[in-house]
Structures are given as C-alpha cells and as structure tokens.
C-alpha cells in the first residue's frame, strides 16, 4: 500500500526565513498531491493542489514542487511569520479523488520571531 | 455559511456503550466523509459516503456504522465503545469524490473511551 513520509515530527524556523517540508511517498505516483493546515483544536484546510504534470504551484507566500522521480512534494514558505506556525499535512490523491485521499503524519512547524 | 459542524465537540465513554458523532453540511457537497486523527498515525479514513444513499468502508471501518439518509447529514455510530477507539475525528466534505477534490474539515471532536 501507499507509505507517505513527512519530515521530522517538527521544525523550528526564524521568522523571515523560508520555511520547507517534505513529503515522500513509496510506490505509485499520486495523480494529485494536496497540502493542508492544521492548527491546534481544528480541522485541516485546504491549501494548495498540484498535479502530477505540474512542476510547481504558488499561492502568495507559498509554493509547491513535486517531483514524481524522487517521489516527493516541497512546501515552501517563504518570509516565514509566526502566524504560519501549525501543523501541515501532506495528501496524495492516487486518482481516486478525495474518496480515497491518503494523509501523512504531519509536520508541526514553529516560527520564531 | 457554517460550512462543515461536528457535534459533539468532546465526549468520554465508558467501554461498551454505543454513541453517535453528528457530522452537517450546508454546502451542497456529494461527497462526504469520516476521519480519525490519532498521534503519529496521521489522518485515517473510517467511511465515506458518494451521496445519499451511498456509503463506503475506508482504511479503519471496524466497530463504526454510517448512514447518508439526506445529502446535509452523515452520521458516525459507535456500536460498542473500546479504548482502542480513543481518538479525535474528524468528518469532512467535498463536492465530489472525483479527481482532484479538495475537504472542507470540521472542527472535530475529541472522544475518550475509559
């Protein structure tokens, strides 16, 4: 079955530098990969979405790369706030749409001002 | 527009008892969807539903019924609680299952089984 790793449990960040996470997964490329916030006591929100044919997708201060030789998404924050702190949340789509969307652990990211 | 509403927001059970998570959407959304959240173990799909009618085991169905009686409600049933079921859940919507589908999340709620 599809195994998604997430960098590190948590990373801490100076505020103003970028910030980047990863997301690897094993087996099959995803049609779809999907990054989501998580802040402490509320759901995930969504955030970006790029697909397999697409090598990057920006939305402001955030960008996405995936790679489906290495087998891997970056999420990039850049001019990193302490307001970006929450967990995010790597999901791969594997052509089934969100029925059968499959999340990774997370990573909680920390910004110090 | 209050999007996606989880009810209860906390609750403890005693093992054995049965209970059910409420889960409403006013989005109109087909598709729609139960999560568990557990540490290190990521966002986990219990069931999922296509549409009224239409319901679906996900990756953890044991000891958990659903029901899509309307498009607005998709009910999640505890048929006899265990601590194993200890967790935070999560339902979620999409306006449809197919590709490329992003969730609209709830808010949660966090279930202690003692």
């Known amino acids: 079955s599809q195994k998604i790793e997430q960098n590190s449990e948590a990373l801490n960040i100076q505020e103003g530098k970028t910030a980047t996470l990863t997301c690897n997964y094993t087996?099959?490329?995803?049609?779809?990969l999907q990054w989501y916030r998580q802040d402490p006591g509320r759901g995930p929100v969504f955030l970006l979405l790029?697909?397999?044919?697409?090598k990057e997708k920006r939305k402001e201060r955030l960008k996405v790369t995936f790679d489906t030789t290495l087998k891997q998404s970056l999420f990039h924050i850049t001019a990193s706030q302490p307001a970006d702190s929450a967990t995010y949340l790597c999901?791969?789509?594997?052509?089934?749409?969100?029925?059968?969307?499959?999340f990774g652990q997370g990573t909680r990211l920390t910004i110090n001002p | 527009n209050a999007g996606v509403t989880q009810t209860p927001k906390f609750q403890v059970l005693k093992t054995g008892q049965s209970m059910t998570l409420q889960c409403a959407q006013d989005?109109?959304?087909?598709?729609m969807s139960w999560y568990r959240q557990d540490p290190g173990m990521g966002l986990r799909l219990i069931h999922y539903?296509?549409?009224?009618?239409?319901?679906d085991q996900g990756e953890v169905p044991n000891g958990y019924n659903v029901s899509r009686s309307t498009t607005e409600d998709f009910p999640l049933r505890l048929l006899s609680a265990a601590p194993s079921q200890t967790s935070v859940y999560f339902c979620?919507?999409?306006?449809?299952?197919?590709?490329?589908?992003?969730?609209?999340f709830g808010s949660g709620t966090q279930l202690s089984v003692l």
């Open positions: 979620a919507s999409s306006y449809s299952g197919t590709l490329g589908g992003k969730l609209f």
């Open positions: 087996n099959y490329s995803p049609a779809y």
């Open positions: 790029i697909r397999e044919n697409e």
């Open positions: 999901a791969l789509d594997m052509g089934q749409g969100a029925q059968k969307l499959v």
């Open positions: 989005m109109n959304h087909e598709y």
């Open positions: 539903s296509v549409g009224a009618g239409i319901t």
